[in-house]
């Protein structure tokens, strides 16, 4: 690699790398903790039937909104919870799928 061609990617590295920063919590790692989050209502009987979704990213507090689907027994729920940067869930609001 010349001189020329890592002068070129320095700008880029710069942009990146504080980004990154701000979000420690990665969105997978924010799914995981929303997922427990919800199991944890119903105990070892409830289970997850979809994949959990990032639905918003707060820009000043890096908040992240997302929904975790649990079925348990016939009846299937959406947990929603908020996750903060610390990857710790925070629950806010259930919704019972089919009604």
Do not use: W
């Not at 997978?28 to 959990?52: C, N, R, Y």
């Amino acid at each position: 690699m010349t001189t020329r061609s890592c002068l070129l990617l320095l700008p880029c590295l710069l942009v990146v790398l504080p980004v990154q920063a701000l979000d420690p919590c990665r969105d997978q790692a924010a799914k995981d903790a929303s997922d427990q989050k919800a199991l944890s209502f119903f105990g070892k009987q409830g289970e997850i039937f979809h994949p959990a979704k990032v639905l918003k990213l707060h820009s000043p507090t890096r908040v992240k909104e997302v929904a975790s689907y649990v079925k348990f027994g016939e009846k299937r729920y959406s947990i929603f919870n908020v996750v903060t940067p610390d990857c710790r869930a925070i629950f806010r609001k259930r919704t019972r799928q089919g009604d």
